[in-house]
């Protein structure tokens, strides 16, 4: 059981988590091209795992779960997160998409203050609206696009990722990283198993490139998919066993406001790879973030929770 929080460390956890999947996201337009989402999710879940099971014996690695039923409805909710959400990238800009999946914070606080009733002061409070402004200024004015129905499952993506960030410190205390991080691929992987099937047996008609990511069966890809989808395996089982880990040793309203960091190492890594440059208002959204988080970090020092 945790005794208290190491805000410092999950930071450091964070920011690992947040450079690894920044670069690895930025290839799932590849990926995406040619495959479905489905056929990802359960290639990306059994190469994963295979990688997880070739650590147990030479790392230790504990895999059973001390409480089965938390676990596994922990990785269904995460699970339904992730799958939302790289869903939706197949009919809504990518600005839209993510600035719905950065509402978690917002009802991190919301849960643990009223279905947990923990304390949340006024510094964590603002530093989620500041971020939340860094990420709009990030993402741009394509941020703020017309309400719709489907631009509503982001933001339940967002609700979702929340509760199973509040769940990874509240149902599963006594886990290890391993056994959270093997549940939360095996979800992916029976979602995509199922997705597959489905496509299988009642076949949809799929545009060419990332436009048909959601409606496509199985396909017999190419050898660029095996190498971006093992990369996405290798970059994910590390980082968001990372991410498992700051929510682990710290409160999940602390460590949420952290995860606006995966933005800019995003946005870096965009210019890196395919020259993507920022705006200035983009740039100064960062700025914002690292502000959201640097505050998060100093109350954390202070004697009573804010």
Do not use: K
């Amino acid at each position: 059981m945790i005794s208290a929080d190491r805000t410092v460390a999950a930071a450091g956890f964070i920011l690992i988590y947040a450079v690894l999947i920044g670069f690895t996201d930025n290839y799932v337009r590849v990926i995406a091209a040619e495959a479905g989402l489905w056929q990802f999710h359960l290639t990306r879940s059994v190469m994963a795992l295979t990688l997880l099971g070739l650590l147990v014996l030479p790392l230790r690695l504990r895999l059973r779960p001390v409480n089965p039923r938390a676990v596994l409805a922990r990785s269904a909710i995460h699970g339904a997160a992730m799958l939302i959400y790289f869903g939706a990238l197949a009919f809504l800009p990518v600005a839209q998409v993510a600035a719905g999946l950065f509402t978690a914070p917002i009802f991190v606080l919301l849960i643990s203050r009223f279905a947990y009733g923990h304390h949340i002061g006024p510094v964590r409070i603002v530093a989620v609206g500041v971020g939340f402004l860094g990420v709009l200024m990030v993402l741009g004015p394509s941020a703020a696009g017309e309400a719709s129905l489907a631009a509503l499952l982001p933001v339940l993506a967002g609700l979702f990722y929340a509760m199973g960030n509040i769940a990874t410190r509240e149902w599963c205390p006594e886990e290890s990283a391993e056994t959270l991080l093997a549940g939360f691929f095996a979800a992916l992987g029976v979602l995509g198993a199922l997705g597959v099937l489905l496509l299988t047996l009642a076949p949809l008609s799929a545009p060419e490139g990332a436009a048909g990511f959601l409606q496509r069966g199985w396909v017999w890809p190419s050898q660029g998919f095996w190498l971006w989808t093992f990369v996405q395996a290798a970059g994910s089982l590390l980082g968001v066993g990372m991410m498992i880990r700051a929510y682990q040793v710290a409160a999940a309203s602390r460590v949420s406001v952290f995860e606006y960091v995966i933005l800019p190492a995003s946005a870096l890594w965009g210019w890196l790879l395919w020259g993507e440059v920022l705006t200035p208002m983009a740039m100064l959204g960062m700025v914002l973030i690292a502000g959201a988080g640097g505050m998060i970090a100093l109350r954390a020092q202070a004697p009573l929770p804010a």
